[in-house]
Each structure stands twice: as C-alpha cells, then as structure tokens.
C-alpha cells in the first residue's frame, strides 16, 4: 500500500510539473520593474468589484452595423473585445464582425494572441493561411455563405472578397485581447521606420521599390 501512495504521490508531482507554463500574455509587452511605485499594471485589466458590475459591463451593440469600407483596402474590421465589452476580462473569448466592399480585401495579418474561427455570413471569400517556416504552407479556401474556415493563433492569414457583391462575417477568437498585426503596416509603415537596406535585402527588390512602399505606409 505504501510503494502504491508513494506512486501516486510521484505521479502527481509529475503532472503538476508537466502542466505548470506562465500565463497567456494579454499585451504585447510587460517589463518588468523593481520598484512596485514606480507603476502598477496587470496581466489584462483590473477587475471591478462583482458588486458594482452591471448588464451594460457585458453587452455591445457595435457588430449590428455594417462597417465603412471606403478605404484603400475595401474593408472594416469592427472588434468586440476586452476594450467594448468590459465583462470580457478573464473569459478568454472576443469576437469581430468584418465588412467587405466587393473585392475589398482584409490583407495579411496576424493575431499573437488567439485564433480564429471565421464563420461567413453574406457574399463569397477566398480565405486563407500559411504555416511557419520552413514549409510556408498555402491553406485556402473560397467561402460561401455560412462556411467557417479557422486561422491557428499567430499565423499569417487574409480573406478576399471574390463577388461582385458585399460580403460580411463574424469571428470569434480565443482571447479578450487578440491583438492584430497587420504584415504590410508594420513591415512598411513601423514608426520610427525600418532601415529600407534591411527590407532592400528582405525582400531582394531595390531600395527604392522599398522607399515607395514605406511612403504608402
């Protein structure tokens, strides 16, 4: 009976170490200080006293209307996360509702905190990833209405608008605060701006291929 506890007791202590990880990080950054005066922030958001929560703490009226997609792109991405829904920290979970002119385009980008389920509601898609290095794998797919497609947390992905019609969808991601990064913004528009020999060589282009670009940015 003894060696059978002890057993259990080591197989318990392995599994603990086994699931043991940090938290998800729900920003992009969180340096550390010293000093606990210095400033005060949290992995989130402070949480308001359970006491003091109201209906309007979970509730966002932004996704029934259909987003402005007069733009370069041709399409608006409405988030509903931690940011319009205060009742959200914690939970995990934010959704979006995305608009597209016909052939707007919602263009490469990234989410390095969820992933995505992308469920199509109006018009037709052609939606896709690709898988990290050093395979840079194509997943694409065309959507119609009512097809869900899912982009893995962190991997590069887009949707095009293939009609000749508007389309819309709605997502739902595996954190309050996905995040997004969209690839030709921060690679042609960061501020201060990317060295153009950095990208010249990147890419393999010339330099001032490069220099219109980040004007553009």
Do not use: W
């Not at 009512?146 to 009609?163: A, E």
């Amino acid at each position: 009976m003894n060696t059978l506890l002890a057993y259990i007791a080591l197989l318990a202590m392995a599994f603990s170490l086994v699931s043991a990880s940090d938290p998800s990080p729900l920003q992009d950054f969180c340096v550390a200080v010293n000093d606990t005066h210095e400033t005060v922030f949290v992995n989130g958001k402070f949480c308001k006293d359970p006491k003091l929560a109201t209906p309007n703490d979970f509730f966002f009226s932004g996704l029934r209307l259909p987003g402005n997609t007069s733009n370069k792109v041709g399409s608006l991405v409405t988030p509903a996360n931690v940011a319009q829904i205060p009742g959200l920290n914690t939970l995990g979970v934010s959704m979006a509702r995305v608009d597209y002119a016909p052939y707007g385009l919602n263009p490469p980008h990234i989410h390095p905190r969820a992933t995505e389920m992308f469920t199509l509601l109006e018009g037709t898609l052609y939606a896709g990833f690709v898988t990290s290095n050093p395979e840079n794998r194509l997943f694409s797919k065309v959507l119609y209405k009512g097809d869900v497609f899912v982009f893995p947390k962190g991997l590069i992905h887009f949707q095009l608008n293939v009609g000749t019609t508007k389309a819309m969808a709605i997502s739902t991601l595996s954190s309050q605060n996905p995040g997004v990064i969209t690839i030709a913004n921060a690679v042609f528009g960061s501020n201060p701006a990317i060295s153009a020999d950095v990208l010249t060589k990147a890419f393999q282009v010339d330099k001032n291929v490069v220099e219109n670009l980040q004007s553009r940015f």
